[in-house]
Nanobody
Framework: QVQLVEFGGGLVQAGGSLRLSCAAS?????MGWFRQAPGKEREFVAA?????????AYGESVRGRFTISRDSANNTAFLQMNGLKPEDTAVYYC?????????????????WGQGTQVTVSS
């Protein structure tokens, strides 16, 4: 069993930045971020896979503004969010799994964090 603990949500003005962190209690081969706004479906944000070599993937709405990275020594993933927009407002969930495939699909992740609220004011 892997436990995920998230940090870093909050309130920021449009154009600002936030960094989310997600610490995993055990070994995994991919970590991802998803978000869900009220009344909307859960949306893929970003993922990083690291079985053999490292790859990253981003959702279309955040590509070029968000960056995912990982501190392998501490089993922690980060989501640096720049140029935030009001439409980025959502609960952000960290996810992880011991398989490295299908990183953009929420159904491919077994472990989930509790979620952290990100609110971007206009």
């Amino acid at each position: 069993q892997v436990q995920l603990v998230e940090f870093g949500g909050g309130l920021v003005q449009a154009g600002g930045s936030l960094r989310l962190s997600c610490a995993a209690s055990g070994g995994t081969f991919k970590m991802g971020w998803f978000r869900q706004a009220p009344g909307k479906e859960r949306e893929f944000v970003a993922a990083i896979t690291y079985r053999g070599f490292q790859n990253t993937a981003y959702g279309e709405s955040v590509r070029g503004r968000f960056t995912i990275s990982r501190d392998s020594a501490n089993n922690t993933a980060f989501l640096q969010m720049n140029g935030l927009k009001p439409e980025d407002t959502a609960v952000y969930y960290c996810a992880a799994d011991r398989a490295s495939y299908s990183a953009v699909l929420a159904t491919s992740y077994e472990y989930w964090g509790q979620g952290t609220q990100v609110t971007v004011s206009s």
